[in-house]
């Protein structure tokens, strides 16, 4: 369903960093060199390494490309997890206590716009039992039927409801029948790639 890559690291204090590249990596020259990267700055905090990566890409590549990325550093003992995002939004969070999907906004502009960044902020984000949280490319919502009208984030946050007790293979195999059903055999223009971290109902992760 797309372009996707995610690296997972095992840290001391039994963290786990997640650095997960939505999209766009096909404008990339040598993704060897960006997990050269990541694997240099092992231990630093998120903001560092994504201050680093933008500098390096945006020597890198071509004017006018950039690249949408998403840091997660997951704490399983604790159930939360960090996230910090360059570009890519919406982050979509499902509440099972309410049976309510929360949405959290990019908190920074996407690698390669601009040479100096500064990367702060981020949302600690407690899952609960049954809660998760989404990450999708536009691929998803900006998919148009045969009228021209996009699937809408709205139609996501509604099948993430109706599919919550899923897990979380099926919540993006059932997002994804839905989005094809809607766009009755129209073209695909964008790469449609979606990450669901679940923690499951009876507690564990």
């Known amino acids: 369903l797309g372009q996707f890559n995610l690296r997972l690291t095992q840290l001391p204090d039994n963290l786990l960093r997640g650095m997960s590249l ?26 560092h390494v994504l201050g680093r990566i933008n500098q390096f890409l945006h020597d890198d590549l071509h004017a006018g490309r950039f690249v949408t990325f998403v840091v997660g550093l997951l ?30 906004h990019a908190h920074g502009a996407p690698l390669a716009v601009m040479e100096d960044v500064v990367f702060d902020g981020g949302d600690r984000v407690r899952l609960e039992p049954g809660d ?36 979380a293979a099926a919540i993006i195999a059932q997002l994804y029948r839905e989005v094809r059903e809607f ?11 979606a990450l669901v971290v679940k923690r499951e109902a009876s507690g564990g992760t």
């Open 183 to 193: 766009t009755a055999g129209t073209a695909q223009a964008d790469d449609v790639t």
């Open 75 to 104: 704490d399983g003992a604790r159930h939360e997890i960090d996230l910090l995002s360059a570009g890519h939004g919406p982050l979509l969070v499902y509440r099972a206590a309410a049976g309510t999907v929360d949405s959290l």
């Open 132 to 167: 998760f949280i989404m990450l999708v490319t536009d691929g998803f919502y900006e998919w148009r039927n045969p009228t021209g009208e996009q699937f809408g984030m709205d139609r996501i946050n509604r099948s993430l409801v109706k599919h919550a007790e899923a897990s």
């Open 22 to 47: 939505l999209g766009h990596l096909r404008l990339l020259p040598g993704s060897r060199i960006l997990t050269f990267l990541l694997d240099r700055f092992q231990g630093a905090g998120s903001a």
